[in-house]
């Protein structure tokens, strides 16, 4: 699959997609939402942050290419996470300026380095607050998003504890997948042919703890009835068992 036709899956999903259908989910325990600026070297990056009452961890997201801090999708999973009273930080990668280059040009989206940068610098702000310095951190990485959480936590293997990929890229990571010690969860469709071959060359190169969950019936943007609710009860599973209550070591 080329990275345009996936990037276009992606940004054609967020503009239709709402939440799916399926099994009703448990109330969110009480919780506080605000939106909040975060510092990433050069440039201020927007985010949500939310944070359940006793939170027992957090995960920051990473969007795929053409997508925000808005997607349906990741803002779907998040609310699974909430309810296993796990904060999530909810980013857009790119700065609103980068954003319109980047729709005329298309040059940065697939700039996983750079968008690995921006990761790096959101955690390490995450790691000064007050409210959330405290909590152990993952990374839930979508599309091209896999890609650059992977990256970054290969850069950061004491601090990211986890990692869940949802209809990723891996591959794009390249060299960082020998580096990344984080337990790592692939998750993939099964109609998603052209990127089940990725995951599982990806998987392994990946050294330590790691699982390929392919979920059946489902394509890249997981739209099918109960494919998303399948995502998120894996990656909540996933961060409840490797983001333990108690805190950073």
Same mark, same amino acid.
């Given at each position: 699959?080329?990275?345009?036709?996936?990037?276009?899956?992606?940004?054609?999903?967020?503009?239709?997609?709402?939440?799916?259908?399926?099994?009703?989910?448990?109330?969110?325990?009480?919780?506080?939402?605000?939106?909040?600026?975060?510092?990433?070297?050069?440039?201020?990056?927007?985010?949500?942050?939310?944070?359940?009452?006793?939170?027992?961890?957090?995960?920051?997201?990473?969007?795929?290419?053409?997508?925000? +801090?808005?997607?349906? @999708?990741?803002?779907?999973?998040?609310?699974? !996470?909430? %309810?296993?009273? $796990?904060? /999530?930080?909810? *980013?857009?990668?790119?700065?609103?300026?980068?954003?319109?280059?980047?729709?005329?040009?298309?040059?940065?989206?697939?700039?996983?380095?750079?968008?690995?940068?921006?990761?790096?610098?959101?955690?390490?702000?995450?790691?000064?607050?007050?409210?959330?310095?405290?909590?152990?951190?993952?990374?839930?990485?979508?599309?091209?998003?896999?890609?650059?959480?992977?990256?970054?936590?290969?850069?950061?293997?004491?601090?990211?504890?986890?990692?869940?990929?949802?209809?990723?890229?891996?591959?794009?990571? +390249?060299?960082?997948? @020998?580096?990344?010690?984080?337990?790592?969860? !692939?998750? %993939?469709?099964? $109609?998603? /042919?052209?990127? *089940?071959?990725?995951?599982?060359?990806?998987?392994?190169?990946?050294?330590?703890?790691?699982?390929?969950?392919?979920?059946?019936?489902?394509?890249?943007?997981?739209?099918?009835?109960?494919?998303?609710?399948?995502?998120?009860?894996?990656?909540?599973?996933?961060?409840?068992?490797?983001?333990?209550?108690?805190?950073?070591?």
């Amino acid at each position: 699959m080329s990275d345009e036709r996936f990037d276009d899956q992606e940004q054609q999903g967020d503009q239709r997609a709402e939440e799916p259908d399926g099994e009703a989910r448990l109330s969110e325990p009480a919780a506080w939402s605000r939106e909040v600026t975060v510092p990433s070297g050069a440039v201020s990056l927007a985010g949500t942050l939310t944070l359940p009452e006793r939170a027992r961890g957090l995960v920051l997201f990473a969007h795929g290419s053409g997508s925000s +801090r808005f997607s349906p @999708r990741n803002r779907f999973v998040a609310g699974e !996470l909430h %309810v296993a009273r $796990l904060g /999530t930080l909810l *980013i857009d990668l790119l700065t609103p300026e980068e954003e319109a280059i980047d729709r005329r040009t298309g040059a940065l989206r697939f700039d996983v380095g750079l968008l690995a940068e921006r990761l790096v610098g959101a955690t390490g702000w995450l790691r000064e607050q007050p409210e959330t310095r405290h909590l152990r951190i993952g990374y839930f990485g979508a599309s091209t998003g896999a890609a650059a959480a992977l990256v970054a936590a290969a850069q950061l293997p004491s601090t990211v504890r986890a990692v869940v990929s949802r209809g990723g890229r891996p591959d794009l990571a +390249r060299d960082a997948l @020998r580096r990344v010690r984080a337990p790592t969860l !692939l998750i %993939v469709g099964e $109609l998603d /042919t052209p990127v *089940i071959p990725l995951n599982e060359a990806a998987l392994a190169v990946l050294p330590g703890e790691k699982r390929l969950e392919i979920v059946p019936g489902a394509t890249h943007l997981f739209e099918e009835p109960g494919a998303l609710e399948a995502v998120a009860r894996l990656a909540r599973d996933w961060f409840v068992r490797y983001l333990p209550a108690g805190g950073v070591d």
